[in-house]
C-alpha cells in the first residue's frame, strides 16, 4: 500500500505554517531588494551620470545588481509559495544553495589564498583611488573608510599620486597636485569646522614629516589587522547572513516535498474514482 493510499480526498499534506512563513520570509527580503533597487536608481539619476568607466566600483550600481538579484529569487519564493508551484520553489531553492556555496567557497579561498586575496583588494583599492573624483558616492565611500580606520590610500599614503588630480609630476596643473584628500587629516576631537585643505602637498613631505599632518598607513594593512581583532564579530555577522539562507532551502524543500506528496494523492484518488476496483 503506498503512503498516500491511507488518505481521504480532503487531506492535504500542504502544511499552511511551512507555507505561509516561506511566504512572509520571502516578503522581508523582497521589500529590502526593492528598498536597495530604489536606493541604487535614485543615487544614478541624482548624480546624472551616463558614462561606465567606473561602473565596477559604482556604489549605486552594486545596489542595483544585489537589489535585482534579490528581487528574482525573493519572488520566486513569495509566488511559489503561495500558488504552490514546484518549478518556482525549486528555482528559489537553487539559487539560494548557489548563492550560500559561492559564499563558502568564496571565505575557504580568501582564506587558502590569503596573499592572492590581497593582492585583488589591492588592485580594487588602487582602482578607486583612480576614480576618487569621478564618482560622488565613491568618494564619500572612500572618505569615510579612510576616517574610521585612521588610514590613508591603499598601501600608504603616496597611493593617492595614483589619482591624476592627486599625481606628483611635475606637469599635473591641478591645484591639488601632491595633495591627500582631507580625510586623510590628524583631526583635533574638538575641531569643529574641518580644513578640506589640509592635506595639501603632503606627498612631498617624507613619512616622519607628513605623519604629524596625516595618517599615513595605508588602509589596507589597518582593514586586516581590524579583522584579525574582530574575527568573532565577522563570524557572527557571516552566520547571521548563511542562517536565514538556509532557513529559506529547509522551508523550500519541506514545502516542495509537502505539494509532491499532495499531487501524488490527487492522482491516486483520481485513479481510484476511474477504476473502483483497483
Known amino acids: 500500500m503506498s503512503r498516500t493510499s491511507k488518505y481521504d480526498e480532503d487531506h492535504s499534506f500542504v502544511s499552511p505554517v511551512v507555507k505561509y512563513l516561506l511566504f512572509f520570509f520571502n516578503v522581508i527580503f523582497w521589500i529590502i531588494a526593492l528598498v536597495l533597487i530604489s536606493i541604487g536608481v535614485y543615487s544614478r539619476i541624482v548624480k546624472h551620470e551616463t558614462a561606465l568607466a567606473c561602473l565596477t566600483i559604482d556604489p549605486a550600481l552594486l545596489l542595483m545588481i544585489v537589489g535585482i538579484m534579490m528581487f528574482f529569487i525573493t519572488f520566486c519564493g513569495c509566488?511559489?509559495?503561495?500558488?504552490?508551484?514546484?518549478?518556482?520553489?525549486?528555482?528559489?531553492?537553487?539559487?539560494?544553495?548557489?548563492?550560500?556555496?559561492?559564499?563558502?567557497?568564496?571565505?575557504?579561498?580568501?582564506?587558502?589564498?590569503?596573499?592572492?586575496?590581497?593582492?585583488?583588494?589591492?588592485?580594487?583599492?588602487?582602482?578607486?583611488?583612480?576614480?576618487?573624483?569621478?564618482?560622488?558616492?565613491?568618494?564619500?565611500?572612500?572618505?569615510?573608510?579612510?576616517?574610521?580606520?585612521?588610514?590613508?590610500?591603499?598601501?600608504?599614503?603616496?597611493?593617492?599620486?595614483?589619482?591624476?588630480?592627486?599625481?606628483?609630476?611635475?606637469?599635473?596643473?591641478?591645484?591639488?597636485?601632491?595633495?591627500?584628500?582631507?580625510?586623510?587629516?590628524?583631526?583635533?576631537?574638538?575641531?569643529?569646522?574641518?580644513?578640506?585643505?589640509?592635506?595639501?602637498?603632503?606627498?612631498?613631505?617624507?613619512?616622519?614629516?607628513?605623519?604629524?599632518?596625516?595618517?599615513?598607513?595605508?588602509?589596507?594593512?589597518?582593514v586586516v589587522n581590524w579583522i584579525h581583532s574582530n574575527l568573532f564579530l565577522l563570524g557572527g555577522i557571516a552566520l547571521g547572513l548563511a542562517i536565514p539562507q538556509l532557513v529559506g532551502i529547509l522551508l523550500s524543500q519541506i514545502l516542495i516535498n509537502q505539494i509532491q506528496d499532495q499531487i501524488k494523492l490527487q492522482n491516486y484518488n483520481l485513479q481510484h474514482r476511474s477504476d473502483p476496483w483497483s
Open 79 to 222: 509566488v511559489g509559495s503561495l500558488r504552490e508551484n514546484i518549478c518556482l520553489l525549486q528555482t528559489f531553492c537553487i539559487c539560494l544553495t548557489i548563492i550560500f556555496l559561492l559564499q563558502l567557497v568564496a571565505g575557504v579561498l580568501g582564506f587558502v589564498f590569503s596573499d592572492r586575496a590581497r593582492g585583488k583588494v589591492t588592485d580594487m583599492v588602487n582602482s578607486a583611488i583612480k576614480h576618487y573624483r569621478d564618482d560622488l558616492d565613491l568618494q564619500n565611500l572612500i572618505d569615510y573608510g579612510q576616517k574610521q580606520f585612521n588610514c590613508c590610500g591603499g598601501i600608504s599614503y603616496m597611493d593617492w599620486s595614483q589619482n591624476m588630480y592627486f599625481n606628483c609630476s611635475k606637469e599635473n596643473p591641478s591645484k591639488e597636485r601632491c595633495s591627500v584628500p582631507y580625510s586623510c587629516c590628524l583631526l583635533a576631537k574638538d575641531e569643529g569646522i574641518i580644513n578640506t585643505m589640509c592635506g595639501q602637498g603632503m606627498q612631498g613631505f617624507n613619512y616622519q614629516e607628513a605623519g604629524a599632518f596625516i595618517n599615513t598607513n595605508g588602509c589596507i594593512d589597518k
